[in-house]
């Protein structure tokens, strides 16, 4: 894990975080956001909708760009003001998730800093967005 004061930012750093979907993991944020959707929870039904098997829930995908935001850049003390999302693909069990964000403005009067977000899936968008933090000045 690794932190960065405002003063420390640059347009154009980047980090990233890599995540493998688990049946566990779908299951365990269905029971924390209550969210029982059978798209994600039941086989049988996710074969009859468009997805052809069970997807993983997007706002899962979406809290890893949470962990790269809050633990690596701008990492410890950040605080998530805004993100902005669009869902383009479905994401499976077993499927390796890469949430990556970069630094794309910085506003030093405010200290905070715009970042591009993206999830990845062997290299194909799935999810993308854009996120507000704030982050703390060395001084």
Do not use: W
């Amino acid at each position: 894990m690794s932190s960065y004061f405002f003063e420390d930012l640059e347009v154009g750093m980047q980090d990233s975080h890599e995540k493998v979907v688990s049946e566990g993991d779908i299951a365990n944020f269905a029971e924390v956001s209550g969210d029982f959707n059978p798209v994600h929870m039941d086989e049988d039904y996710a074969v009859g909708t468009f997805f052809k098997s069970r997807i993983a829930h997007g706002m899962l995908t979406a809290s890893f760009i949470s962990t790269v935001l809050g633990t690596k850049l701008p990492g410890h003390g950040s605080i998530y003001l805004s993100q902005t999302l669009r869902f383009l693909a479905p994401v499976r069990i077993g499927d390796t998730v890469k949430a990556l964000a970069r630094v794309v403005s910085l506003d030093m009067a405010r200290r905070r800093a715009q970042f591009a977000c993206f999830c990845e899936v062997n290299g194909k968008i799935v999810v993308e967005g854009e996120a507000t933090v704030f982050v703390p000045s060395r001084t």
